[in-house]
């Protein structure tokens, strides 16, 4: 693993890489390809990098779960290639125009798990309108039928045969010069293996003839933030 150290970051590489490997299966390598952490936005160089390719997975870290009150902490990113990027988003930041502009790429497919919320924080913090988007929660609902388990720690289980460590899942995000190792590696392994379980779960959807509905989900999700971020629920009831 390659980890790239910005703007004078404490973070020892062999430390994420053995809190990273506890938690993976012999398939997978026990750390990213290449682990870099930027303060507010992309570099050029991992921009360009991203750019190529036809798919990227996505996550964020947030103060909490309620848009607007609870700030956009940290955006992660991964290609097919294993490259993970950190982006930390400072204090009063409103606008990353690198990410900007390759979360609203339209030939580049952003792949979440639970993309209504991630989009909507990227669109609340950041002003990013995501497109075009793959929901694996949502892929995992249409073709897992026969599950009712559709959390991200049980579909990579299931389909990319690793084990996530979710220990970290809730916890203090807006730290971001202090994040320690196990942060950052449970940031790092949540988009590692959204690609691969994004691959299996199209080939699912499209042998069980739902492939042409879970586009059109894919389609609403912008939709359904929007009206996350204000504050309407029950929208479609009586």
């Known amino acids: 693993m390659i980890l790239k150290r910005e703007k004078n970051i404490s973070i020892n590489a062999m430390d994420l890489s053995t809190t990273i490997s ?5 398939d997978f390598a ?5 682990f870099s952490i930027f303060d507010q936005d992309l570099d050029l160089k991992s921009t360009n990098c991203f750019n190529k390719a ?6 964020t870290e947030a103060m909490g779960l309620i848009h607007g009150r ?3 902490c940290l955006v992660q990113i991964c290609d097919s290639e294993d490259n993970v990027a950190c982006i930390r988003i400072g204090i009063g930041q409103k606008s990353a125009p690198r990410l900007k502009a ?3 790429k339209p030939s580049t497919e952003k792949v979440f798990h639970f993309a209504r919320f991630d989009v909507a924080a990227l669109a609340s913090g950041l002003g990013i309108e995501v497109a075009p988007i793959f929901c694996t929660k949502v892929a995992s609902k249409l ?3 026969y599950s009712p388990r559709h959390g ?3 579909v990579i289980m299931e389909l990319v045969r690793v084990e996530l460590d979710k220990q970290s899942q809730s916890s203090d995000w807006g730290s971001i010069e202090e994040l320690s190792s196990q942060q950052l590696a449970y940031a790092a392994n949540d988009v590692r293996y959204l690609i691969p379980a994004k691959e299996k779960l199209e080939k699912m959807l499209k042998r069980e003839g739902r492939w042409e509905l879970a586009q059109n989900c894919f389609h609403c999700i912008p939709v359904m933030a929007e ?4 504050r309407f629920t029950q929208i479609f009831e009586h």
Request: no cysteine.
């Open 70 to 72: 609870d700030r956009l």
């Open 30 to 34: 026990s750390s990213p390809k290449n």
């Open 227 to 230: 009206l996350d971020r204000l």
């Open 143 to 145: 073709g897992r039928t």
């Open 22 to 26: 506890k938690h993976l299966m012999a």
């Open 102 to 104: 390759l979360l609203e």
């Open 152 to 154: 991200l720690k049980e």
């Open 54 to 59: 036809s798919a990227i997975a996505v996550d």
